[in-house]
């Protein structure tokens, strides 16, 4: 039993319990603010909800010190004064003992972590493989051969523009046939040491172009004065001198001042013709010719024209004309030059396969 030894004792002790149930109040309340700052959802105000927690906190421990100095205050007071009471003689007293209400312990503060905003995800589209690329294969260097075959009549209308051999042309005329026909309605373009370097220089007193009634000129307008509508192209034996890609620079002008100026004349280029094995020049000329037909065919795939491999019949396996068709051969000749019956072959087989 709690004894109060005056009435101002028990008026403190009244206080005191009036004091801690006011406390339990504050705790009930204080756990109510605690579960509501927990319940928080908007993030951006979770950093002030919990600061609000802690100055609650803070607040509620202020007043549990406080009532507990006034409560020792109170009863150091109270015994004073109760020495004093029992000194003059006045009984003490007795109160009976009121239980006090448990102290609710407060729940531990939790801190919500911050929430990390990610980055959002990029999709990368997908690679498109791309399909591979295809090479077209050139023509072969034999045309194949025609189901129609022709006669001399192919050649009416018709223009042969070369260099020294071209003009053999001419010169056996009378006696070139095709099943008994000769090429009186064909025309030969040609000249000695005539070529396609020479084709493209300007008429003056040093150039070579073939003749015209009698008057120098150029192969573009020569097919234009014609009239001709299919013209061949016998030229190269005297440009082997230059280096390949110059050879082909050069044709490739040539061809772009005939079709210029005739845009609608058939155009078949011939390869050019070899030597004699033991009549080469320099050893390993008929191969150094053979390279350049290879890109003379391809020249003419690159411009949608006709190639013809006109001197397959007359040369051997190791491209060296074949002494039967050869019209000068060594020693006196230079054993590249045609017999007339060579000029006959060369004409069929461009009629057969055309």
């Not at 009435?7 to 705790?27: G, K, P, S, T």
């Not at 260099?163 to 046939?177: A, C, E, L």
């Not at 003379?296 to 007359?314: N, R, V, W």
């Amino acid at each position: 039993m709690l004894k109060c030894k005056s009435a101002d004792d028990l008026i403190y002790l009244r206080f005191f319990c009036v004091l801690i149930l006011l406390m339990q109040e504050f705790c009930v309340i204080l756990e109510e603010i605690i579960e509501i700052c927990k319940t928080v959802q908007d993030y951006g105000k979770q950093k002030e909800a919990g600061n609000m927690r802690k100055i609650i906190l803070m607040f509620g421990i202020v007043c549990v010190v406080f009532i507990t100095s006034a409560g020792a205050h109170m009863f150091s007071e109270g015994g004073d004064e109760g020495q004093l009471s029992a000194d003059k003689g006045q009984p003490p007293i007795e109160e009976p003992l009121l239980a006090l209400p448990p102290i609710t312990t407060l729940p531990p503060i939790t801190t919500t972590p911050s929430i990390t905003t990610l980055p959002p995800v990029t999709t990368t589209p997908p690679i498109t493989t791309l399909p591979p690329i295809t090479t077209t294969t050139p023509p072969p260097l034999i045309t194949p051969k025609a189901e129609v075959l022709r006669g001399a009549e192919y050649f009416d209308n018709s223009m042969f523009i070369g260099d020294s051999i071209t003009t053999g042309f001419s010169i056996w005329r009378q006696h070139i046939r095709i099943d008994g026909v000769t090429l009186d309605n064909t025309v030969i373009f040609a000249a000695g040491s005539y070529g396609v370097f020479n084709s493209l220089r300007e008429i003056s007193k040093t150039s070579i172009h073939p003749l015209m009634n009698g008057v120098q000129t150029r192969p573009e307008d020569a097919i234009a004065a014609y009239g001709a509508e299919r013209v061949f192209l016998a030229m190269g034996l005297n440009d082997m001198y230059t280096a390949l890609d110059s050879f082909i620079h050069n044709y490739t002008r040539l061809l772009n001042n005939i079709i210029e100026k005739n845009p609608d004349v058939e155009i078949i280029i011939l390869p050019i013709p070899p030597y004699m094995e033991e009549a080469q020049p320099a050893p390993g000329q008929n191969a150094k010719i053979a390279e350049y037909n290879d890109a003379l065919t391809l020249l003419a795939y690159e411009f949608g024209i006709t190639f013809i491999d006109s001197t397959a019949p007359i040369r051997d396996e190791g491209g060296n004309l074949k002494p039967e068709y050869c019209g000068d051969p060594l020693p006196t000749g230079l054993g590249c030059h045609w017999k007339p019956a060579t000029y006959e072959t060369v004409l069929r087989y461009i009629a057969e396969h055309m």
